[in-house]
């Protein structure tokens, strides 16, 4: 079929038009149907599908997710477990203050069982923190190099947690440098340690809301 032909059709005689004319008629109509059908139905659902899809993949890595922290329970709980119990072991190397006393003597007789002579034991202010108080001691101490090394191994063995911070040692009488671990010279001449000493002791709930409302 050609061009003059295709002009010769009459639109209001359809049933005459010829065999490859209605064919073609009935394409280009299947054509308009397909593109009206797929903008006003199917790409609105394609769309839909395309984020349904995505839904599905975080919905399936959220439920491995959870199936995995399912799997491993009965481990987390027993973590957790184990997590209380070291911690109650820490709070129990905390004193109460019923016990800050007598753990001052300890620390006290810790330096005295190690051969050093204290000039100066002071306690400080106590300092409260979250769920602990802090207790700085100013010491000062006379005595032999391994005298300082026995007292901190002393301090270190003590059943309550207790640090040492700010440590000078220096010849007595002579000047030091904060925070030397090296022997100063003098082989045999009495040396002097300035040292801040804290313990810790363990707040219950009612006294570590009224120091953090303070």
């Known amino acids: 079929m050609d061009l003059n032909q295709l002009n010769e059709l009459d639109l209001q005689d359809i049933g005459g038009w010829p065999s490859a004319a209605k064919a073609m008629l009935i394409l280009l ?3 308009i ?7 006003f139905f199917t790409k609105d659902q394609l769309v839909r599908l395309e984020t349904v899809g995505r839904e599905e993949v975080a919905l399936r890595q959220t439920f491995e997710s959870k199936q995995q922290k399912a799997a491993n329970l009965y481990a987390y709980r027993q973590q957790l477990e184990e997590m209380k119990e070291t911690f109650g072991a820490m ?18 007789q ?5 051969g050093l002579e204290f000039e100066l034991f002071q306690p400080s202010k106590e300092l409260q923190k979250d769920f602990y108080a ?5 010491i000062r101490v006379t ?8 007292f901190i ?20 009488g002579g000047k030091g440098s904060k925070g030397s671990t090296s022997r100063p010279s003098g082989d045999g001449a009495p040396l002097k340690l300035n040292a801040t000493v804290k313990t810790y002791r363990y707040l219950d709930e009612e006294a570590a ?6």
């Open 29 to 31: 109509l299947c054509a």
């Open 33 to 39: 149907l397909a593109g009206a059908w797929y903008y």
């Open 91 to 108: 709070l129990r190397q905390l004193p109460d203050k019923t016990e800050v006393a007598t753990l001052l003597v300890d620390v006290s």
């Open 110 to 114: 810790t330096g005295l069982a190690a």
């Open 134 to 138: 802090e207790l700085p001691i100013d």
């Open 143 to 150: 005595g032999q190099y391994h005298e300082f090394g026995n």
């Open 153 to 172: 191994s002393g301090l270190a063995a003590l059943p309550r947690i207790v640090t040492i911070h700010n440590v000078n040692i220096e010849v007595a």
């Open 209 to 214: 809301q009224g120091g953090s409302s303070q």
